[in-house]
């Protein structure tokens, strides 16, 4: 038995290693793409939800699941790949957004409260 042979036997074959996306799998993630982008653009061109801060709640979420979609169908992360280090990276990387998110909506919300505070009685 030769050593790649070998080494073949004892760490799968090079396909199970690194999940591959079928054209389905592209396509399914390049419509889910599409429409997490056009639904948040259609809300805030037609003022649908007449709330601002509401409007901005709802375009995070989609912003989350767009990039939740990006990582599934493109990056081909799932609990299975790397003995679970992706879906730990898909995790981590969730959180750090919400954090950036949820710190500059504060940031400019105070922004625009504390900057000019005299701009408020005209």
Same mark, same amino acid.
């Given at each position: 038995?030769?050593?790649?042979?070998?080494?073949?036997?004892? #760490?799968?074959?090079?396909?199970? =290693?690194?999940?591959?996306? *079928?054209?389905? &799998?592209?396509?399914?993630?390049? !419509?889910?793409?599409?429409?997490?982008?056009?639904?948040?653009?259609?809300?805030?061109?037609?003022?649908?939800?007449?709330?601002?801060?509401?409007?901005?709640?709802?375009?995070?979420?989609?912003?989350?699941?767009?990039?939740?979609? #990006?990582?599934?169908?493109?990056? =081909?992360?799932?609990?299975? *790949?790397?003995? &679970?280090?992706?879906?730990?990276? !898909?995790?981590?990387?969730?959180?750090?957004?919400?954090?950036?998110?949820?710190?500059?909506?504060?940031?400019?919300?105070?922004?625009?409260?504390?900057?000019?505070?005299?701009?408020?009685?005209?």
């Amino acid at each position: 038995m030769s050593g790649s042979q070998n080494h073949a036997e004892t #760490h799968g074959a090079p396909d199970d =290693h690194a999940p591959h996306g *079928s054209l389905r &799998g592209y396509v399914t993630g390049f !419509l889910l793409s599409v429409v997490l982008t056009a639904i948040p653009f259609w809300l805030v061109m037609n003022d649908v939800l007449g709330n601002a801060t509401l409007t901005a709640i709802v375009i995070m979420a989609f912003a989350a699941a767009q990039i939740v979609v #990006h990582m599934v169908y493109f990056l =081909h992360m799932n609990g299975r *790949s790397e003995g &679970g280090w992706n879906m730990m990276g !898909l995790i981590f990387t969730l959180v750090i957004v919400a954090i950036v998110l949820a710190g500059s909506l504060w940031v400019m919300f105070h922004l625009n409260s504390n900057m000019m505070p005299d701009m408020h009685r005209m």
